[in-house]
């Protein structure tokens, strides 16, 4: 098991950037992949992005594809989530898994999650 808590969330008017960041307890960490999910109100959890244990591999929804960038140090044990020209509709809660794997995990089967940062976006 592997704890989570993420950070950087905030408000930002449309056009502007965010960097979320996910930092992970345990000295385990570079054995997990890891993935960005939102939640908008009203809307299911969606995938936005997943990284591998090395960050060789990465995975980006096509809503955020070329806009997002997601990385991670595992030296400090943190994901990222680089978020530019951000539109009113990246608006909502936006959560940090993480699951033992060594690829990109691209379903929602991830074990352990953070409890959600909130970003607005206003236009």
């Known amino acids: 098991q592997v704890q989570l808590v993420e950070s950087g969330g905030g408000s930002v008017q449309a056009g502007g950037s965010l960097r979320l960041s996910c930092a992970a307890s345990?000295?385990?960490?570079?054995?997990?992949?890891m993935g960005w999910f939102r939640q908008a109100p009203g809307k299911e959890r969606e995938l936005v992005s997943a990284?591998?244990?090395?960050?060789?591999?990465?995975y980006y929804a096509d809503s955020v594809k070329g806009r997002f960038t997601i990385s991670r140090n595992n030296a400090k044990n943190t994901v990222y989530l680089q978020m530019n020209s951000l539109k009113p509709e990246d608006t909502a809660v936006y959560y940090c898994?993480?699951?033992?794997?060594?690829?990109?995990?691209?379903?929602?089967?991830?074990?352990?999650w953070g409890q959600g940062t909130q970003v607005t976006v206003s236009s």
């Open positions: 898994a993480a699951r033992l794997s060594l690829v990109v995990v691209t379903t929602d089967e991830y074990d352990n």
């Open positions: 990284i591998n244990w090395s960050g060789a591999s990465t």
């Open positions: 345990g000295r385990t960490f570079r054995m997990y992949g």
